[in-house]
């Protein structure tokens, strides 16, 4: 689990160095629940533990608090604090393997809330493509791609993020 800790940190800190990867997190998230009905998608501010405010409110306070030393700190924690870590990975990169994952986890998804275990994704080793070889390494997986790193356990039920209906996002 430290390991994992290790590369998750390394991913976070990289990608919080990025300004357009911060800038279109921010561009995501809604601060309020409003927000969240306004826009039917998005990453819900209170989903991740934040405190829900009006986006007047959130956006600029969103560059006071989004720094690396507290996000890195609240990411390890969450890893130290959970039961396990379940990392998906395909034969190879391409369509058919990214839906095959993406099913594999929609499977473990369904069968954890069913049974009461939350989950939460942690996909910063395999966002990072420089970082993504050497989390593939460390898990020993050959020529496998890790493709969502996934924690789970116990815990409190978070609000939901919303999304949108099918038919508004296919053309």
Known sequence: MERVVDYVVQGNTNQMNDGAFVEEL??????????VVRTGDGLYAASSGSP????????????????PKSENDKYAKHVRSSAGIAIFVSDAPGAAQWVEVGRCYERFALQSTALGIRNAF????????????????????GQRRPDLVVRFGRGPRMPPSLRRPLQAVLA
């Open 26 to 35: 921010k561009a995501w998230i809604r601060f309020s629940a409003d927000d």
């Open 52 to 67: 829900s405010v009006p986006s007047w409110l959130g956006r600029p306070l969103f560059g006071l608090f989004f720094k």
């Open 122 to 141: 942690l996909n910063q080793p395999v966002e990072v493509p420089a970082l993504r070889p050497q989390f593939a390494a460390f898990l020993g997986v």
